[in-house]
């Protein structure tokens, strides 16, 4: 997959101020107000950075954490996992593997057989309906 890098002025045009703010800052929405938290719909979740495919919406489910929660991502190279120790906990950061932007993180809680909860921001991504 062929990396997409940008400038931050590049970044600051593409994106809104929320997008930026997650994807470019690591930031992370409140609890249960993102577009995407309770979606039921059939599609395809998309970076909203590069578009890059992410996560199927037949992986989707309602953890009650107030973000998506995915129990895997579309493909393994999909995405990258990095450790992040920021504010005083160790957690696994969750980035497009594209463009390197944060999507959120990865528990180890999950429902399914991996026993993963991929908790992504709603502002990190775009949905396709099928």
Known sequence: MDKLNLSDDEWR???????????REAGTERAF????????????????????????ATTKYDSGSGWPSFTEP????????VVDS????????????????????????GPAENGLRYCINSASMEFKPR
């Open 13 to 23: 045009e593409r994106l809104s101020r929320e997008q930026y703010h997650v994807l």
């Open 33 to 56: 107000t993102g577009a995407y938290a309770n979606l039921k719909a059939d599609g395809v979740y998309l970076c909203a950075g590069c578009g890059a495919e992410l996560f199927d």
């Open 86 to 109: 920021s504010h005083g906990m160790r957690r696994v950061e969750v980035r497009c593997a594209r463009c390197d932007g944060h999507l959120g993180h990865v528990f180890p809680d």
């Open 74 to 81: 579309m493909k393994d190279e999909a995405v990258e996992e």
